[in-house]
């Protein structure tokens, strides 16, 4: 792959369970709006553990010319909005999101959409980690919001059901 746009919840997860700089193993460079680095660091403000995108040569902080404005009315955040409009610009890139409405939103657009537990199921697949469930249940702990439906489909996709 060459270029991800990310919006904030995949960069935080993946901070968070050690997997942060496998998506420098999947893309050659991540891009995330001035939107997402405020997000970012309005959780670092609150105390919260989250990655310092400055510290990560391969993210650049890229903004979209435009934000198309039928957008704006959604119940979608300022991090989202932004990293949807730069997909948008650039089409052949990945966008990473875990919101359901922005994925659905960005899929109906044509984006090709991947979450974090699309990024440990390509990391897995390119030998970057042996399993996939210590990273899942990770993730859970991490406070990543995950049905028991969801889990055993990715571990079903993984080789790793139970």
């Known amino acids: 792959m060459d270029i991800a746009v990310s919006n904030t919840s995949p960069l935080l997860y993946l901070h968070r369970i050690g997997g942060l700089g496998w998506l420098a193993s999947l893309f050659r460079e ?7 680095v405020s997000e970012l660091e309005a959780g670092r403000q609150r105390g919260y ?5 400055a510290e990560y040569a ?3 902080q890229v903004n979209p010319t435009y934000t198309p404005q039928e957008w704006l ?5 300022p991090g989202e909005l932004s990293a949807m409009a730069l997909a948008l610009e650039h089409r052949e890139h990945v966008i990473l ?12 657009a044509g984006l090709e959409v991947w979450g974090t537990l699309r990024v440990l199921l390509e990391a897995k ?19 990543m919001w995950l049905s028991d439906n969801i889990r055993d489909r990715i571990l079903k996709l993984a080789g790793e059901a139970r």
């Open 97 to 108: 999101l875990d919101d359901l409405l922005a994925r659905k939103i960005a899929q109906a």
């Open 49 to 53: 553990d989250v990655p310092e995108v």
């Open 73 to 77: 009315s959604l119940e979608l955040g």
């Open 30 to 36: 991540v891009w995330v709006p001035h939107a997402v």
């Open 125 to 143: 697949e390119q030998g970057l980690i042996a399993q996939v469930a210590p990273y899942v249940d990770a993730l859970s702990r991490a406070g």
């Open 58 to 60: 391969w993210i650049k």
